[in-house]
């Protein structure tokens, strides 16, 4: 089971700024991986309490005193017996207000040896013997947000549950408007709650706009679906563009669903 530590404390929302670090000793031949300070302990980290034996760690990469910007690295937090490595400490983030079923933790590594090989090397690699870093993104920031780039379809899938989630509570409102019967003109019970104005005004509002953001889901998914077939045929501003419309249609869903499940 593995877990995936991006998010620090301190650096929710703008991760490139995080504080972790891996800095290479040349004598020992691999990276030493810190969280140094309270802000850049890795937070709400999904799998992390109870059940990872292994994580992406995501640090900032120091060779021979150059900065090589944020690069990932494999690391066992557990061992056999799940007993947490030397320099791993883990805690549970609590009781929360909802999903207290999902696995949250906090994760301090404090120096935490991992070799060379334990850097994911699709855009950067180590090379102990020569003790040099190389990378086909000389762009060190680039060279973050191609990695970090594959978030975008963890967007897309919870944009999608978000919404589902939506479209279940005004189905189950809708149905339960058609049926429950209240004072009608004649002054009997016979007619449907959703006949009424006051009913309309809240629950019509709220579907139009469920259409709309869903047709925007659907059009965003096949952007992205497009773009993973055809990766080569979009240039760096249509793909700059996909992932505007990913990083703004999660969070528009998910205001929406609050919404939706407050006023039903």
Request: aromatic share 8%; charged share 15%; glycine share 6%.
């Amino acid at each position: 089971m593995g877990c995936f530590c991006l998010t620090e404390l301190g650096y929710g929302n703008n991760a490139v700024e995080m504080e972790t670090t891996a800095n290479w000793d040349s004598s020992k031949k691999v990276f030493i991986i810190n969280t140094p300070t309270i802000n850049s302990q890795k937070y709400w980290i999904t799998n992390g309490a109870y059940h990872a034996n292994h994580s992406v760690v995501f640090a900032q990469t120091y060779v021979n005193g150059k900065h090589e910007g944020i690069n990932a690295f494999v690391i066992r937090l557990r061992d056999e017996m799940m007993n947490p490595s030397q320099g791993v400490t883990i805690d549970d983030m609590g009781a929360k207000h909802g999903m207290n079923g999902v696995d949250n933790a906090r994760i301090i590594l404090k120096n935490v040896e991992a070799g060379p090989d334990s850097l994911l090397n699709k855009l950067a690699n180590m090379d102990s013997e020569k003790n040099s870093f190389n990378s086909s993104i000389s762009n060190k920031r680039q060279r973050f947000l191609s990695a970090s780039n594959r978030l975008l379809s963890g967007r897309i899938c919870i944009a999608s549950m978000t919404i589902s989630g939506a479209k279940l509570a005004l189905l189950v409102t809708n149905k339960y408007g058609l049926v429950r019967l209240s004072n009608g003109p004649k002054g009997k019970s016979d007619t449907p709650i959703a006949e009424y104005q006051l009913f309309q005004n809240q629950i019509v509002p709220l579907t139009v706009r469920l259409v709309i953001y869903n047709l925007g889901m659907l059009h965003i998914r096949n952007v992205y679906s497009n773009y993973l077939l055809n990766a080569d045929k979009y240039s760096p501003a249509q793909f700059n563009h996909l992932v505007r419309l990913i990083c703004v249609i999660k969070p528009m869903v998910a205001w929406f669903a609050n919404e939706t499940g407050i006023s039903n």
